[in-house]
C-alpha cells in the first residue's frame, strides 16, 4: 500500500505563490507518473500537472506558464510551484502516484491539501 503525505497549501493573495510537496512511502513499485489534480467546490476533480518517471510533463492549460512541477526520482517526491496565483486557484490538490507491477496498475491518492487564493 501506498502512502502520499501533502504539504505546503494555504491562504495566499492573487498574484502570491505557494509550493507544494508531496512525499510517497510504503510499497511503491516501478513508478510510471506522479502528479497533481485539484477539486474546487461544486466542480469535478481536475489535472493540473503530471509528470512522468521519464521526466515529461503536461499542464492544465490554464496554469501553463504559472505552475511548475518536478519530481525526485530518489526521494519519491514531487512538487508543485505555484506562482502568480489566481483566485480561481482554489481549490483542494491531491497528489497522484500511479504505478505498476507486471500488468497491475495501481492509482494511489493523497488525503487533499486546501488552497485558497483570496485578498
Not at 38 to 48: D, F, I, Y
Not at 76 to 89: A, F, G, H, I, R
Amino acid at each position: 500500500q501506498v502512502q502520499l503525505v501533502e504539504s505546503g497549501g494555504g491562504l495566499v493573495q492573487p498574484g502570491g505563490s505557494l509550493r507544494l510537496s508531496c512525499a510517497a512511502s510504503g510499497s511503491i513499485f516501478s513508478i510510471t507518473r506522479m502528479g497533481w489534480y485539484r477539486q474546487a467546490p461544486g466542480k469535478q476533480r481536475e489535472l493540473v500537472a503530471v509528470i512522468t518517471s521519464g521526466g515529461s510533463t503536461n499542464y492544465a492549460d490554464s496554469v501553463k506558464g504559472r505552475f511548475t512541477i518536478s519530481r525526485d526520482n530518489a526521494k519519491n517526491t514531487v512538487t508543485l510551484q505555484m506562482n502568480s496565483l489566481k483566485p480561481e486557484d482554489t481549490a483542494v490538490y491531491y497528489c497522484n502516484l500511479v504505478s505498476s507491477r507486471g500488468p497491475t496498475v495501481y492509482d494511489s491518492w493523497g488525503q487533499g491539501t486546501q488552497v485558497t487564493v483570496s485578498s
